[in-house]
């Protein structure tokens, strides 16, 4: 598949350079990495610290955001969310693995899945509010799907350290 080409403001507002998508320039590269240090920091001490204005600071993070280069969202704490349960889900599938993975994007209490190669052909991270509700989950919506063989849970016993500030190469 062929990366389409698209441009991003240089940050003197009269030119623009092209990019592809998925790469970043050195300017993209500071604004992600001031927004992982804090998601709610302005467009105008972002550009102050990068020497932008803060109109090429916005259409950078816009571009950013429109190319799913990027999200910004509010992380929250599932154990203080209601949400007693969480587990990795190892999946062996029987027959097309990306349809497995299609269908299991529909389970509202699946937050990301990985297509692997290993012992497991899918791992999905799930979180449920009790013990019930992750046995519902499990199997009667996740074994449910056809093509899956076998399923293994890891259950989440605490959760030491989640990091979203590693930066950007």
Same mark, same amino acid.
């Given at each position: 598949m062929k !990366? !389409?080409?698209s441009t991003v403001p240089s940050g003197? +507002?009269?030119e623009s350079q092209p990019t592809r998508e998925g790469t970043l320039d050195d300017v993209n590269k500071k604004i992600v990495a001031l927004l992982q240090e804090d998601g709610?920091? &302005?467009y105008v &001490?972002? +550009?102050k610290e990068i020497g932008l204005s803060e109109a090429a600071v916005r259409l950078r993070v816009q571009k950013m955001l429109d190319d799913d280069v990027m999200q910004i969202v509010a992380v929250t704490n599932p154990m203080e969310m209601g949400f007693r349960r969480q587990a990795m889900v190892g999946i062996t599938v029987n027959g097309d693995i990306e349809y497995v993975a299609q269908k299991l994007k529909d389970i509202r209490q699946i937050d990301y899945i990985i297509i692997t190669a290993g012992?497991?052909?899918i791992l999905a991270e799930v979180f449920a509010e009790d013990d019930e509700s992750m046995l519902e989950l499990v199997n009667r919506q996740i074994r449910k799907i056809d093509g899956i063989d076998r399923t293994e849970l890891f259950t989440y016993m605490?959760?030491?350290s989640q990091?979203?500030?590693w930066g950007v190469r």
């Amino acid at each position: 598949m062929k !990366k !389409k080409q698209s441009t991003v403001p240089s940050g003197n +507002g009269n030119e623009s350079q092209p990019t592809r998508e998925g790469t970043l320039d050195d300017v993209n590269k500071k604004i992600v990495a001031l927004l992982q240090e804090d998601g709610r920091r &302005s467009y105008v &001490s972002i +550009g102050k610290e990068i020497g932008l204005s803060e109109a090429a600071v916005r259409l950078r993070v816009q571009k950013m955001l429109d190319d799913d280069v990027m999200q910004i969202v509010a992380v929250t704490n599932p154990m203080e969310m209601g949400f007693r349960r969480q587990a990795m889900v190892g999946i062996t599938v029987n027959g097309d693995i990306e349809y497995v993975a299609q269908k299991l994007k529909d389970i509202r209490q699946i937050d990301y899945i990985i297509i692997t190669a290993g012992r497991f052909d899918i791992l999905a991270e799930v979180f449920a509010e009790d013990d019930e509700s992750m046995l519902e989950l499990v199997n009667r919506q996740i074994r449910k799907i056809d093509g899956i063989d076998r399923t293994e849970l890891f259950t989440y016993m605490r959760l030491e350290s989640q990091r979203y500030d590693w930066g950007v190469r």
